[in-house]
């Protein structure tokens, strides 16, 4: 707290400021995902090293993703063997992921931030087109399952690609949702209740492990983080009432603009 009451006025603005994005970064992870394009800058702009930015951004966020795993907990308890695979993919990936990103020097991590992302911007960025594409894939199964074709998900190959997604998880993260979905339908899953409860199962088992190693490790920042993850749950609460009102292609494209913006923003300050 005294380091708080000892803080300058630029550094109270600062600090209004991871206040207000991580508000409005919780309500976007609650309505379309994408919140750390703008929660995560807002760490580095307290002058937190990258990756205890990062490691602090990943404990501010994942109480709101816990959450999520109680909200499909009757479409996690049918699909529970599923679950399960992908539970323990999520944790083998994050764990890796997690101690990669803590081995990982920080200038070096911080060359690569506009990358990651520009990378999770275009994830979102094709995630319209690539959603349809599933769609169709979906009606072609449909019709193959009715002449007697079944797709049962083949599960090493699902096991293992979710171990990569995992990794991605734990080392950065942001469009992860929407990756696992993806790979969820290419694989054969068709009902959309048991894709979301797969995904944010392995979504959050993932996070949730790079949370332990982060705190363990003592990388994070808490006397941020803390602040963040307060106000992110609170903002995904109160986004709930609203987020049926807005077209889900306004979202996305908003979610996309912000990436881009965020990626043009890190390019143009390393050069």
Sequence with gaps: MSHLLSFSSTDNLRLLWLVIAAFIAGAINAVAGGGSFLSFPALLSMGILPVQANATNTVAI????????????????????????????????????????LNTPQRTFMHLVPWLLLGAALIFAISGPVSRALERLKIKRREEARAGHIHAPRRIPLFIV????????????????????????????????????????????????????????????????????????????????FARRIPQRILRTGVVILGLSMAVWFFWHQS
């Design 162 to 241: 979710t171990v990569a997604v995992g990794f991605y998880i734990g080392y950065f993260g942001a469009g992860a949702g929407f990756l696992l979905m993806t790979e969820l339908a290419l694989f054969g899953f068709e009902d959309m209740h048991a894709i979301n409860a797969l995904k944010v199962v392995a979504n959050t088992l993932a996070n949730g492990v790079a949370f332990l190693i982060f705190v363990a490790d003592r990388q994070v920042v808490w006397h941020y983080g803390l602040p963040a993850m307060v106000t992110c749950a609170i903002g995904g609460y109160v986004s709930a009432h």
């Design 62 to 101: 994942w109480p709101g993703q816990l959450t999520s795993i109680a909200a499909y907990r009757h479409d996690v308890r049918k699909n529970l063997s599923s679950a399960v695979l992908l539970g323990i993919a999520g944790l083998l990936g994050g764990t890796t992921g997690a101690v990669v990103l």
